[in-house]
């Protein structure tokens, strides 16, 4: 099975400075990986995903992620924090159920606060 | 609408009723999930359906959760005999066909407190 990890529950960052927030996978296959954000009282939004080709994906509200397979990170970075992007921030990984079908196997989570 | 969308929004029982809890999926997916997220063990799986039937149920944590789909579209899943230990965010997802590769959309979830 596969498994996330994402250190510390709490990051704080300023507005305007770099956001960095940390994803490391086990996997024992080529994993597919997924970043969702979470606002409060809300469900969960799809920020971006790698499945092949290019490692650095971009998303939405100006994220990028790199798939780093030497490292088995998928870190989640925004070079400029806005207030909007206060929220908890999920990294998933794609785990194979029966044939082609799969679930996905979530990491902790890390709450993203900005401070003014 | 044309996100997945779940009813209750929330739900506030007593230790020992049975709750019922909705989820409608994106119209034409064939795919749906259900997720569980509490405190104190984050975002874990449920149970996967692929059209009416779930070949995986291998995270409903006890006999007392059941989940059904029926139409290939609306599911529900049911919880006898509520414990306190079930209060947690429930959330639904579906996706195009349940590939590795595709994007889970979520509903808004169902906040379930036993009291």
């Known amino acids: 099975a596969q498994s996330v990890t994402q250190l510390g529950s709490h990051v704080s960052v300023s507005e305007g400075a770099l956001v960095l927030l940390r994803c490391n996978y086990s996997?024992?296959?080529?994993?597919?990986l997924f970043w969702y954000v979470q606002y409060p009282n809300q469900g969960l939004q799809l920020l971006l995903k790698y499945t092949t080709g290019a490692t650095l994906v971009k998303g939405i509200n100006g994220f990028e992620a790199e798939f780093k397979k030497s490292e088995t990170s998928f870190h989640l970075t925004k070079p400029s924090a806005h207030m909007s992007d206060a929220a908890e921030y999920f990294c998933?990984?794609?785990?194979?159920?029966?044939?082609?079908?799969?679930?996905?196997?979530f990491g902790k989570g890390i709450t993203l606060s900005v401070r003014p | 609408g044309a996100g997945v969308s779940q009813s209750p929004s929330n739900k506030v029982t007593e230790k020992g009723k049975d709750v019922e809890l909705r989820c409608d999926p994106i119209?034409?997916?064939?795919?749906l999930y259900w997720y569980r997220q509490s405190l104190g063990q984050g975002l874990e799986f449920l149970i996967y359906f692929q059209g009416n039937s779930a070949p995986d149920k291998s995270g409903l944590p006890s006999d007392r959760f059941s989940a059904e789909r029926t139409g290939g579209s609306v599911s529900t899943l049911t919880i006898q005999r509520t414990q306190q230990e079930d209060s947690a965010v429930y959330l639904c997802a579906s996706s195009f066909q349940g590939g590795a590769k595709e994007t889970q959309y979520f509903g808004p979830g169902t906040r379930l407190l036993v009291l």
């Open positions: 998933a990984v794609s785990d194979l159920i029966s044939g082609a079908n799969s679930k996905l196997t």
């Open positions: 996997s024992s296959v080529p994993p597919y």
């Open positions: 119209s034409g997916h064939t795919a």
